[in-house]
């Protein structure tokens, strides 16, 4: 049994024996290999001596970059030019307008070339000054040459910040105003036109008033104008006093001959009202005067108010 078990587990083929003796020396140079590293590659000496030197040299270096940075900041901060030492041309004061000194004589006031240029763009597009402290805005000029040439600026011409209106008196316009005068308006007899000319009423609304006043047969009242539909009731008081009701003559309806659709065909008739009209008269009979349909129970006194006007025998 054991020699069995050893066999399975201690037994290796030929090919499994490299495979072990190869991976085994793998490992062993890994872990030799750092030690013969000193014995392949030798280290460069370094003369700590030198090293000190250069370490002197940069500071000196440094310091001398830091303090020229510090006085170059602190006499031409904010400046675009460079320092008047630089400038090969001697300054030569005078009294200039800077809106029409010409590039000649900005440099011969010591102004760079370059600067002069760009003021000179400036005037040709349109650009002005309107007061002495107006050239310290110069783009690349300095701020010393700036205040050593303020009092020399003498601005002849002002040019005007704000445009003046002249106030002008203008006449009076001699026609008066005069109120549009509203015609009267005869409410049977009108047209389209005639209502248009009144306060607040349009196409629509005069084409709805009349309409109405048809399929009513005329107007009886004046105060009917009013159930137009959507007439505003403010509209309706604006127009009352300019409407007046000569021809009160309108047309009626012979209750006794009227077809159920001719009765109904008026706005203040309804079916049911018709109907009830034409059922009672097939029963009794002619109607012998027109109070006579207040005794059909639908026919209300606000109904027959309204109709009345409108009905004949």
Do not use: C
């Amino acid at each position: 049994m054991w020699k069995q078990f050893a066999k399975d587990y201690f037994v290796f083929t030929r090919k499994e024996r490299w495979g072990i003796i190869s991976i085994v020396s793998f490992i062993i140079l890994f872990m030799v290999l750092p030690f013969l590293y000193p014995l392949f590659v030798k280290n460069e000496k370094v003369d700590s001596a030198e090293f000190a030197n250069e370490i002197a040299q940069l500071k000196i270096d440094s310091s001398g970059e830091k303090s020229f940075a510090k006085k170059f900041d602190n006499e031409y901060q904010n400046d675009y030019s460079l320092p008047p030492s630089y400038n090969s041309i001697k300054a030569e004061l005078f009294p200039f307008d800077p809106n029409t000194a010409t590039l000649q004589d900005w440099v011969k006031l010591g102004v760079r070339e370059k600067t002069a240029i760009t003021i000179q763009k400036y005037i040709s597009k349109g650009g002005k000054f309107y007061k002495p402290e107006d050239i310290k805005k110069i783009w690349g000029l300095n701020k010393n040459d700036a205040e050593r040439l303020l009092p020399y600026v003498s601005i002849k011409n002002k040019p005007n910040e704000y445009h003046q209106f002249e106030k002008k008196d203008y006449p009076k316009s001699l026609v008066s105003y005069v109120p549009r005068t509203i015609q009267k308006v005869e409410i049977n007899l009108a047209d389209t036109t005639a209502y248009i000319a009144l306060p607040g009423i349009g196409s629509k609304l005069s084409q709805r008033i009349i309409s109405f006043r048809d399929k009513l047969g005329g107007f009886h009242s004046i105060d009917q104008v009013s159930e137009t539909f959507l007439l505003p009731d403010s509209t309706f008081q604006k127009i009352k006093p300019y409407l007046i009701l000569n021809n009160a003559v309108v047309k009626k309806i012979n209750i006794n001959t009227a077809s159920i659709d001719e009765m109904k065909s008026h706005p203040y008739i309804r079916y049911y009202v018709a109907n009830a009209i034409f059922q009672y008269r097939q029963q009794h009979g002619a109607f012998n005067s027109i109070e006579q349909i207040k005794k059909i129970m639908i026919v209300t006194d606000e109904i027959y108010a309204k109709a009345e006007p409108y009905l004949a025998l």
